[in-house]
T-cell receptor
Framework: GQQVMQIPQYQHVQEGEDFTTYCNSS?????IQWYKQRPGGHPVFLIQ???SGEVKKQKRLTFQFGEAKKNSSLHITATQTTDVGTYFC???????????WGAGTKLIIKP | ETGVTQTPRHLVMGMTNKKSLKCEQH?????MYWYKQSAKKPLELMFV???????ENNSVPSRFSPECPNSSHLFLHLHTLQPEDSALYLC????????????????FGEGSRLTVL
């Protein structure tokens, strides 16, 4: 079936280090969305990418959509404690507009 | 405050109980969704309603029964659940069902944490 693979499952970083999560789809995506879920919270929409090769920035967050529209990444520069949470990608399938979710990457700041 | 309100926030039930989860959205959206979130798994879409009509049912067991009396309210009726049904149940809404037609942003409620004993 259609899948969106997201890696890594966890990433432990020191505060101030960078963080990256990657999503890969088995099929071409119409667009891809990114969400953040704080511990004990609910997913909150961050951004949507639509165009091939698109790059968008939100302060320290950089989102990329691959040229083939099958992969995407989220990079956080100089992580802060407020960045803690799980980051999910969700790809909209080109064929049927179904939203397929990645399993999420949990960002953990080392004490 | 997301504009999507879920009650109860926590629910513990036995396998023979009947309970319901409620969701209300104050955003004027036309589509509403039930998702199941289990640890270390992707969000699982259960049901989608668009303009009060069920448009998607992802092979969910019949012990889960959705109801959408109007475009602002969504219920999930629970009956004879199993322990493996314990999870966070998330309600969401979006402007339209055809996600590609607009920003496609989903607005989630805070979830109902369900424990089945």
């Amino acid at each position: 079936g259609q899948q969106v693979m997201q890696i890594p499952q966890y990433q432990h970083v020191q505060e101030g280090e960078d963080f990256t999560t990657y999503c890969n789809s088995s099929t071409t995506l119409s667009n891809i969305q990114w969400y953040k879920q704080r511990p004990g919270g609910h997913p909150v929409f961050l951004i949507q990418l639509v165009k091939s090769g698109e790059v968008k920035k939100q302060k320290r967050l950089t989102f990329q959509f691959g040229e083939a529209k099958k992969n995407s990444s989220l990079h956080i520069t100089a992580t802060q404690t407020t960045d803690v949470g799980t980051y999910f990608c969700a790809g909209v399938m080109d064929s049927n507009y179904q939203l397929i979710w990645g399993a999420g990457t949990k960002l953990i700041i080392k004490p | 405050e997301t504009g999507v309100t879920q009650t109860p926030r926590h629910l513990v039930m036995g396998m023979t109980n009947k309970k319901s989860l409620k969701c209300e959205q104050h955003l004027g959206h036309n589509a509403m969704y039930w998702y199941k979130q289990s640890a270390k798994k992707p969000l699982e879409l259960m049901f989608v309603y668009s303009l009060e009509e069920r448009v998607e049912n992802n092979s969910v067991p019949s012990r889960f029964s959705p109801e959408c009396p109007n475009s602002s309210h969504l219920f999930l009726h629970l009956h004879t659940l199993q322990p493996e049904d314990s999870a966070l149940y998330l309600c969401a809404s979006s402007q339209e069902r055809s996600i590609a037609a607009n920003t496609g942003e989903l607005f989630f409620g805070e979830g109902s944490r369900l424990t089945v004993l």
